[in-house]
């Protein structure tokens, strides 16, 4: 059992590195198959565990859900998703309903393809309060097959449970006060009433007053059917207290949001790019300034001398708010070299700013464009001879 005081992020991390040394041991043959097997799924298990829980619990804890999000950013399809928003400016993203009453998430990629995002992400991404959800629909799951695919509902009768009921409505003929079932008032397209058999015009003459059913099999007469639920794939029957009522969402991003994920967006595109060329990367990449640590996109270390660099995404040009965003940044930890990515391209004021304040701008429309420049900025600006700035 997990107190309260345990991080599950931390444990998340130490389970995680006990597996790889688990695989390590397997693969030096210093366990069987079998052995390996076992350990693997019970560690895979916590592992799974651990992660669920340090989700469940950022949603209240602001600390935790910051530490997920530098993490969540790096992962593909969360990847995927926040381009999404970025591209349709924060948009709402709503779930699509197909034949199987499977709830979709379709987004466009950057090839302009359509896919599918997971619902696991996007929960995950709430969890972290990347993205905002509201209600969209709600729908009951078979507590058996676990799909909503072929249930439907059912009325039965309340003494022998037969489902060959029928429902008639109640009406009253409000003059007259004659109650009678509706098909009695029904006269070809018209509506009189079986007693005083006057034609009724118009909808202040008479009132619904409820159901009244007969139950073909038993003969009983009951006001209130029995409800209940039958999921026809796998011939289950079941009522609402034990199927699986599943809250369906519509996702959102936040202004907030959308700033601080675009600037860690794709960075790990852009760290492996870095990395390959021989810098040290880290990402984000925090630096220890004078009074606070600062955060930026990514740090490398090309020949000891720090380059900071940062990320900005617009659905347009990117504008000079990053750019002082970057320059706060710098006056604190005072790197060696400072890169602003933009893409797909920054605006004219932004380069103007940027170059007042020594920040170099590259732009590209993909991570690995401007990965491919920044490296050759910083070959040029990190190397061994050239002076330290200032
Ligand atoms: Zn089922
Ligand atoms: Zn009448
Ligand atoms: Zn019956």
Same mark, same amino acid.
């Given at each position: 059992?997990?107190?309260?005081?345990?991080?599950?992020?931390?444990?998340?991390?130490?389970?995680?590195?006990?597996?790889?040394?688990?695989?390590?041991?397997?693969?030096?043959?210093?366990?069987?198959?079998?052995?390996?097997?076992?350990?693997?799924?019970?560690?895979?298990?916590?592992?799974?565990?651990?992660?669920?829980?340090?989700?469940?619990?950022?949603?209240?804890?602001?600390?935790?859900?910051?530490?997920?999000?530098?993490?969540?950013?790096?992962?593909?399809?969360?990847?995927?998703?926040?381009?999404?928003?970025?591209?349709?400016?924060?948009?709402?993203?709503?779930?699509?309903?197909?034949?199987?009453?499977?709830?979709?998430?379709?987004?466009?990629?950057?090839?302009?393809?359509?896919?599918?995002?997971?619902?696991?992400?996007?929960?995950?991404?709430?969890?972290?309060?990347?993205?905002?959800?509201?209600?969209?629909?709600?729908?009951?799951?078979?507590?058996?097959?676990?799909?909503?695919?072929?249930?439907?509902?059912?009325?039965?009768?309340?003494?022998?449970?037969?489902?060959?009921?029928?429902?008639?409505?109640?009406?009253?003929?409000?003059?007259?006060?004659?109650?009678?079932?509706?098909?009695?008032?029904?006269?070809?397209?018209?509506?009189?009433?079986?007693?005083?058999?006057?034609?009724?015009?118009?909808?202040?003459?008479?009132?619904?007053?409820?159901?009244?059913?007969?139950?073909?099999?038993?003969?009983?007469?009951?006001?209130?059917?029995?409800?209940?639920?039958?999921?026809?794939?796998?011939?289950?029957?079941?009522?609402?207290?034990?199927?699986?009522?599943?809250?369906?969402?519509?996702?959102?991003?936040?202004?907030?949001?959308?700033?601080?994920?675009?600037?860690?967006?794709?960075?790990?595109?852009?760290?492996?790019?870095?990395?390959?060329?021989?810098?040290?990367?880290?990402?984000?990449?925090?630096?220890?300034?004078?009074?606070?640590?600062?955060?930026?996109?990514?740090?490398?270390?090309?020949?000891?001398?720090?380059?900071? !660099?940062?990320?900005? #995404?617009?659905?347009?040009? @990117? *504008?000079?708010?990053?750019?002082?965003?970057?320059?706060? $940044? %710098? +006056? /604190?930890?005072?790197?060696?070299?400072?890169?602003?990515?933009?893409?797909?391209?920054?605006?004219?004021?932004?380069?103007? !700013?940027?170059?007042? #304040?020594?920040?170099?701008? @590259? *732009?590209?429309?993909?991570?690995?464009?401007?990965?491919? $420049? %920044? +490296? /050759?900025?910083?070959?040029?600006?990190?190397?061994?001879?050239?002076?330290?700035?200032?």
């Amino acid at each position: 059992m997990t107190t309260a005081t345990t991080d599950p992020l931390t444990e998340y991390d130490t389970l995680t590195s006990e597996h790889a040394r688990l695989e390590k041991q397997f693969l030096d043959k210093k366990l069987s198959q079998e052995e390996f097997g076992i350990l693997s799924r019970q560690l895979k298990e916590r592992i799974a565990h651990a992660e669920q829980q340090a989700y469940n619990m950022a949603r209240k804890d602001e600390d935790l859900a910051k530490r997920l999000r530098s993490r969540i950013y790096n992962e593909p399809m969360a990847q995927q998703v926040i381009s999404h928003f970025v591209r349709t400016g924060g948009r709402a993203l709503d779930p699509e309903f197909g034949p199987d009453r499977m709830p979709r998430y379709a987004l466009e990629n950057d090839k302009g393809e359509r896919v599918f995002a997971e619902r696991s992400t996007l929960q995950r991404l709430a969890d972290v309060g990347t993205v905002t959800e509201t209600l969209y629909e709600r729908v009951l799951y078979c507590p058996r097959c676990g799909t909503p695919s072929d249930v439907y509902l059912r009325f039965k009768c309340p003494h022998c449970g037969s489902i060959d009921i029928v429902i008639n409505r109640m009406m009253e003929h409000l003059q007259c006060g004659t109650i009678h079932q509706e098909t009695a008032f029904l006269v070809g397209r018209n509506i009189i009433c079986p007693s005083c058999k006057k034609l009724l015009q118009n909808q202040q003459e008479y009132r619904l007053i409820g159901i009244v059913c007969s139950c073909n099999s038993c003969h009983a007469h009951f006001e209130d059917p029995t409800q209940g639920y039958f999921c026809r794939r796998c011939q289950n029957e079941f009522t609402l207290l034990t199927g699986v009522v599943t809250d369906i969402f519509s996702y959102k991003m936040t202004p907030t949001a959308l700033n601080e994920a675009q600037q860690f967006l794709g960075v790990n595109v852009l760290s492996k790019a870095l990395a390959e060329a021989g810098l040290a990367v880290t990402a984000p990449g925090a630096l220890r300034g004078a009074t606070r640590e600062v955060v930026f996109s990514l740090v490398a270390d090309k020949n000891g001398k720090t380059i900071a !660099i940062d990320i900005a #995404h617009s659905p347009q040009e @990117v *504008e000079i708010q990053p750019v002082l965003d970057m320059y706060v $940044k %710098i +006056i /604190e930890a005072s790197p060696a070299v400072s890169i602003l990515g933009a893409v797909p391209r920054a605006s004219k004021r932004a380069k103007d !700013i940027a170059g007042l #304040h020594n920040i170099f701008i @590259v *732009e590209g429309v993909t991570l690995a464009e401007l990965g491919s $420049k %920044i +490296i /050759e900025i910083a070959s040029e600006k990190a190397q061994t001879q050239s002076p330290p700035p200032r």
